[in-house]
């Protein structure tokens, strides 16, 4: 191992035991020069490296300090906030160092090509790229198809705005349904119908075909795998059921696919899959990195390609060059396939220990969702007559956060009696601790109730 190297190792673990505490000052050069028995220029290199991984910083005449680092506060359990509610990413898994890598390459690579208007579809290396990429994931389509924008949920935008080929205004979503759609829809004041999601994730499908041989809908939005906020996902033959009638009833699907990455099952594939022709495909990248990236994918039949074209232009001219530039050399490097494994992974052991805790204490006070393998979400079913704002409301004062899914819903639509349950923002070690405090709140709830009635 090189000598900056084991300098680097030795300083990282006594950081990580605390025998370097944040915001403490590190020994001089000159008294590490003869600790390791090394030059100056080996200090200096095993210094900028820790810099570069924000684990110390410098201050000019001063020398160099430990930084306060992001698992410190866990240190302090009694203000511990177990936040169950958010479906942004953990930071802690973010890819800082090697996606600075890319973007220092893409400016390298492009230099002044970021910095001037690119094309309305995205970047043409990207693109190209892209079609080998989403093959992966079973959507097999060509560069003319596929259409970078500001996130999915501007490719929601276009598609709720835009004109289609069937000549249809309506829109038809899951209720429950991701709570930032629901609102878009209404504030354009669009039409639009719901159907409901199960608990379990099934669908009544001789209504969805009612509604779609009835109403006047131009696109079916929906989730099929992990749905946000349920977590649960279709079967192989409710997907092709829902592309069967798609296509018979001249409907198009708008598939929703946030969490492809997350997907252990290797013959799970997506509704495109079963039929191209009806189906937008949509995915996103922000799980994977940054919430920041800002870099969805829309993949689309051909039929549809000229009217999105127009209205992203309209929209935002292009979407941010840069970050494509990036996201290009990431995949491209094989970073993005190591980071997703990684993700996967953590996120597969943070929900395997919230089933077991959520069963662990569930005695008779709620039903727990069937686990998934993998995913971001799961749910429990609440006895009926429990007020759930009450519940939140008080939870929340004990610092366990939870997602209200009223927000979740048209205002047609009653909100069903679940809680939702999101494992990207609590840590493995801490899940166990916050659902026993939500089971024992739940149980106090129901004690109380009971002497109400009695």
Same mark, same amino acid.
């Given at each position: 191992?090189?000598?900056?190297?084991?300098?680097?190792?030795?300083?990282?673990?006594?950081l990580e035991q605390g025998q370097i505490r944040a915001g403490q000052k590190l020994p001089s050069i000159r008294d590490l020069c003869l600790r390791y028995a090394c030059n100056k220029s080996t200090v200096i290199r095993a210094f900028s490296l820790l810099e570069s991984r924000h684990l110390i910083y410098s201050i000019p005449q001063s020398g160099y300090y430990a930084v306060q680092q992001r698992g410190a506060s866990m240190q302090l359990p009694e203000n511990k906030v177990f936040d169950f509610s958010s479906a942004a990413p953990d930071p802690e898994l973010f890819p800082y160092l090697d996606f600075k890598h890319c973007?220092?390459?893409?400016?390298?690579?492009?230099?002044?090509?970021?910095?001037?208007?690119?094309?309305?579809?995205?970047?043409?290396?990207?693109?190209?790229?892209?079609?080998?990429?989403?093959?992966?994931?079973q959507v097999f389509t060509k560069p003319d198809h596929i259409h970078i924008t500001s996130g999915v949920q501007q490719a929601l935008a276009i598609l709720a705005l835009m004109p289609f080929p069937n000549k249809k205004r309506g829109i038809l979503m899951e209720q429950p349904s991701y709570h930032l759609f629901v609102r878009l829809v209404e504030s354009y004041q669009l039409p639009v119908h719901g159907i409901r999601r199960s608990p379990q994730g099934d669908i009544d499908l001789d209504y969805l075909e009612h509604l779609f041989r009835t109403e006047d809908i131009k696109f079916f939005y929906t989730m099929p795998r992990f749905q946000n906020p349920l977590g649960c996902s279709y079967?192989?033959?409710?997907?092709?059921?829902?592309?069967?009638?798609?296509?018979?009833?001249?409907?198009?699907?708008?598939?929703?696919?946030y969490l492809a990455d997350l997907e252990h099952d290797l013959k799970s594939d997506p509704i495109y899959t079963y039929d191209s022709s009806h189906v937008i495909y949509l995915k996103s990248y922000?799980?994977?990195?940054?919430?920041?990236?800002?870099?969805?994918? *829309?993949? !689309?039949?051909?039929?549809?390609?000229?009217?999105?074209?127009?209205?992203? /232009?309209? %929209?935002?001219? $292009?979407?941010?060059?840069?970050?494509? *530039?990036? !996201?290009?050399?990431?995949?491209?490097?094989?970073?993005?396939?190591?980071? /997703?494994? %990684?993700?996967? $992974?953590?996120?597969?052991?943070?929900?395997?220990? !919230?089933?077991e805790s959520l069963h662990a204490y569930k005695e008779d006070s709620y039903l727990v969702a069937s686990p998934g393998q993998s995913g971001v979400y799961t749910h429990i079913v609440l006895p009926p007559h429990l007020s759930i704002p009450l519940l939140l409301e008080r939870l929340h004062k004990k610092q366990v956060w939870i997602q209200n899914l009223t927000l979740n819903y048209l205002p047609s639509f009653d909100p069903l009696p679940v809680m939702n349950l999101?494992?990207?923002?609590?840590?493995?070690?801490?899940?166990?601790?916050?659902?026993?405090?939500?089971?024992?709140?739940?149980?106090?709830?129901?004690?109380?109730?009971r002497r109400v009635y009695k």
């Open positions: 191992m090189y000598k900056y190297l084991f300098i680097v190792n030795d300083i990282e673990q006594q973007v220092d390459k893409a400016f390298d690579m492009y230099k002044n090509e970021l910095f001037m208007y690119g094309t309305p579809q995205g970047l043409p290396s990207l693109l190209r790229l892209l079609t080998k990429h989403l093959a992966n994931y079967s192989e033959p409710t997907k092709k059921t829902i592309a069967k009638l798609a296509k018979r009833y001249d409907v198009y699907i708008v598939e929703d696919d922000a799980k994977i990195l940054f919430p920041g990236l800002r870099v969805g994918v *829309a993949v !689309l039949p051909p039929a549809l390609d000229d009217a999105f074209r127009i209205f992203k /232009k309209v %929209a935002d001219i $292009d979407s941010p060059m840069l970050s494509q *530039a990036a !996201l290009e050399i990431y995949i491209q490097s094989g970073m993005f396939e190591r980071r /997703k494994h %990684a993700i996967r $992974d953590a996120y597969s052991k943070r929900l395997l220990q !919230l089933h999101s494992i990207t923002r609590v840590s493995e070690e801490h899940i166990d601790r916050g659902i026993r405090i939500i089971a024992n709140e739940i149980k106090h709830m129901i004690k109380q109730g």
